[in-house]
Each structure stands twice: as C-alpha cells, then as structure tokens.
C-alpha cells in the first residue's frame, strides 16, 4: 500500500515538475508548481515527518508561491515564448537521465532499505524538537545569512521593477 501511495505522489510530481516548465501562461505553471509542492508534502507525510510536511505547505506553497505570483503579476507576464524553442538542448540533457534510470532498473535496485527498527524509531519520534535544535544552534549563522540574502534580493526587486513604472501624476 505504500508503495502504491508513493507511486501517485511520485507520478503527480513528475507530471506537474514537466508541466511547471512547459506552459507558456506563468500563472499555470505557478499552479503546477502548487500542486507539486502539496504532492511533496504528502510524500513527506507518507514518510512519517509531518513537521517536514507542514514546512513544506507553509512555507513553500504559502510563502514562496505567493512571492513567484507577485513577481508574475508585478512584472506583468502574459507569455513567453523565447524558451519553448529549445527542446533539443533538453532533449540532450534528458539522455543521460534516461539512461541512468535504465541501468538503475536493469540492476535489480533493490538496496537494502534504509527505515529503522521500532525501538530506534520510538526513540527518535520528536523530530520537531531534534530540527528545532539544529537550527538554531549549529546552523544559525548561516540561516540568518540567507534571511538578510532574501531581504536584500526582494528590497533590489521592488527597486528594480519600480523603476519600470511612471510615477501616479506623469500619466
């Protein structure tokens, strides 16, 4: 049952991934990519790391979708068509892939899971309190680091697409 579980959230993800690139209308491929990212989510719940799941809606179909549809809108998009006449440069960076995943199913693949036993997983169950930790103790530098890089990217965003627009009165 698992497996069948992990199938559609896999299949849906790689449908929506392809179509997140391939439509011309940018507020289609951004509802794609809404999709995608609840589809992750339920791979992560599947897996049993629901803090991981409820990130992943939050932030990401939340927050970082909401930023790519206020560029989309800001920059006033309607389509673009420079980029859907390279299929064949994506059809050349597709080949190794595709040939990865053959030899990967042609040689059985069947590793040796990596899930743990009951008692290792019982005393690992709060992972919330393990990432909180981490977080804010090993990697708070760094995290900080990319809170001011976003700050800055969206300040030098705003300065730049208001720079395109007339002031209210010179209409």
């Known amino acids: ?9 896999a299949g849906v993800i790689a449908i929506t991934s392809v ?33 991981l799941a409820a990130v992943q809606i939050i932030v990401y179909a939340g927050a970082i979708l909401v930023l790519y549809l206020f560029v989309v809108m ?11 006449g390279q299929w064949r440069i994506a059809a050349f960076v597709c080949v190794p892939l595709l040939l990865e995943l ?7 693949g069947a590793a040796q899971s990596g899930l743990l036993p ?10 919330t309190l393990a990432i909180g930790t981490t977080l804010f103790s090993t990697y708070l530098f760094p995290f900080e680091v990319a809170s001011l890089i976003l700050l800055v990217a969206m300040i030098g965003a705003i ?6 627009f ?3 009165g010179e209409m």
């Open 159 to 164: 300065i730049l697409a208001k720079r395109d």
């Open 19 to 51: 179509l997140v690139v391939a439509l011309r209308n940018p507020v289609y491929s951004a509802l794609s990519l809404l999709i995608m990212f609840f589809h992750v989510a339920g791979l992560y719940v599947t897996l049993h790391a629901e803090f």
């Open 118 to 127: 009951a008692q290792t997983a019982a005393d690992t169950a709060d992972n």
């Open 74 to 84: 800001l920059l006033n998009v309607k389509q673009d068509d420079r980029y859907h």
């Open 166 to 168: 007339p002031e209210r």
């Open 1 to 9: 049952m698992a497996q069948l579980f992990f199938g559609y959230f």
């Open 102 to 108: 053959l030899v990967l199913l042609a040689s059985g």
